[in-house]
């Protein structure tokens, strides 16, 4: 038997698609519908994401990459300029 201890560190309210379906064009039929779904997610989060206290867009983006830059973790701050545009 595997005995395993552990804490929960959130919940799942609402998940999008998965990466493979956004990749392969899956999914959403629009890259409209895309938007809306990640807007949707982020109007939800209000303005800070709690359990890091940072801006729902920066914890956004972060999720997004996996907080990775060319295997530099966390990922620099400059590249949320990347996401705004």
């Known amino acids: 038997m595997l005995n395993l201890q552990g804490v929960q560190w959130d919940e ?3 998940i999008g ?11 959403s039929t629009s890259v409209r519908d895309k938007k809306e779904g990640i807007l949707r997610i982020l109007s939800r989060l209000g303005r800070y994401y709690e359990p890091t206290g940072e ?5 956004l983006w972060r999720v997004l990459i996996a907080d990775l830059y060319q295997h530099e973790h966390p990922a620099p701050n400059f590249l ?6």
């Open 80 to 85: 949320s300029s990347s996401f705004l545009r």
């Open 55 to 59: 801006a729902a867009m920066t914890a």
């Open 12 to 14: 799942v309210l609402e």
């Open 17 to 27: 698609e998965k990466g493979e379906d956004i990749a392969s064009g899956c999914g």
